[in-house]
């Protein structure tokens, strides 16, 4: 593997991020399973450094606006697992799906907005390979109380 950064790596160098390593799963399962051209990556807490940086519901401990930081640490985490599964990242020829999860409070519906933290970045990462379909759903609770999770499909050469 070169050590030479990925366009990837070099967009999301721009906005000051950088491809962490893939988090360790926290149950029975694998971060990212390979099938064919397939690249299924699952579902990605907003861990940073092992901690998680908030807990509970959006609408109610935790802000909207937090929660949008948190599902962009989630695509972030995606693209670390997505990294550790296929080396090269300029190798994604497609981000093709997005779902986002968000455990909100019984008053709240602004998960597409969350959301919006997890695609706005994959899109810059990615350019136009990082235009994807999406799901937003709001449910009761997610692991560990998270209030974000994002999974990530992708297609690779």
């Not at 807990?55 to 972030?76: D, N, T």
């Not at 090269?88 to 968000?102: A, E, H, P, Q, Y």
Request: net charge negative; hydrophobic share 45%.
């Amino acid at each position: 593997m070169s050590n030479t950064p990925s366009a990837v790596e070099t967009r999301l160098a721009e906005l000051g991020w950088e491809v962490p390593d893939v988090v360790p799963p926290v149950a029975a399962y694998q971060p990212a399973v390979i099938a064919d051209s397939v690249v299924y990556i699952s579902g990605q807490l907003p861990f940073i450094d092992g901690e998680l940086p908030a807990q509970g519901k959006v609408g109610a401990e935790v802000s909207p606006e937090k929660a949008y930081e948190l599902a962009r640490r989630c695509a972030l985490n995606c693209i670390g697992a997505l990294k550790h599964a296929v080396g090269d990242l300029d190798s994604v020829t497609r981000i093709v799906k997005i779902g986002g999860f968000v455990a909100s409070s019984p008053d709240f519906t602004g998960q597409p907005t969350v959301l919006n933290g997890a695609s706005e970045l994959i899109g810059h990462a990615f350019g136009d390979a990082g235009l994807h379909a999406r799901s937003a759903v709001g449910v009761a609770v997610l692991p560990l109380d998270t209030p974000v999770e994002v999974d990530l499909i992708a297609h690779v050469r």
